[in-house]
Nanobody, 124 residues
Framework: QVQLVESGGGLVQAGGSLRLSCAAS????????MGWFRQAPGKEREFVAAIRRSGDNKYYADSVKGRFTISRDNAKKTVDLQMNSLKPEDTAVYYC?????????????????WGQGTQVTVSS
């Protein structure tokens, strides 16, 4: 079992920055990959970024590459998403997920546990 709790969302102007954090508990954190996804109203949940167990390998959606950075701290059991140069189209509920059996999938169906989500709103 894994429990995930996101924090750090909010309202920001276009061009601004936010840092999301996801705290994990339960199963040993360093044994599974983590990902961030987002879901805008009326749209499917989409991949944003993923990171392998050790943190050495990171993956990004093309839409956020160069603006967002995913990182993890296995000692603190957290995974963060630093979001810079935010755009109105980044507005969504952001979810962290735990990928227990793969290396950090881009497919939401491969994730085994999810947090409750945190709202990010970017105004123009």
């Amino acid at each position: 079992q894994v429990q995930l709790v996101e924090s750090g969302g909010g309202l920001v102007q276009a061009g601004g920055s936010l840092r999301l954090s996801c705290a994990a508990s339960g199963r040993t954190f360093s044994t599974y990959a983590m990902g961030w996804f987002r879901q805008a109203p009326g749209k499917e949940r989409e991949f944003v970024a993923a990171i392998r167990r050790s943190g050495d390998n990171k993956y990004y959606a093309d839409s956020v590459k160069g603006r967002f950075t995913i990182s993890r701290d296995n000692a603190k059991k957290t995974v963060d998403l630093q979001m810079n140069s935010l755009k109105p189209e980044d507005t969504a509920v952001y979810y962290c997920g735990a990928d227990l059996y793969r290396l950090g999938s881009r497919n939401k169906d491969d994730y085994d546990y999810w947090g409750q989500g945190t709202q990010v709103t970017v105004s123009s």
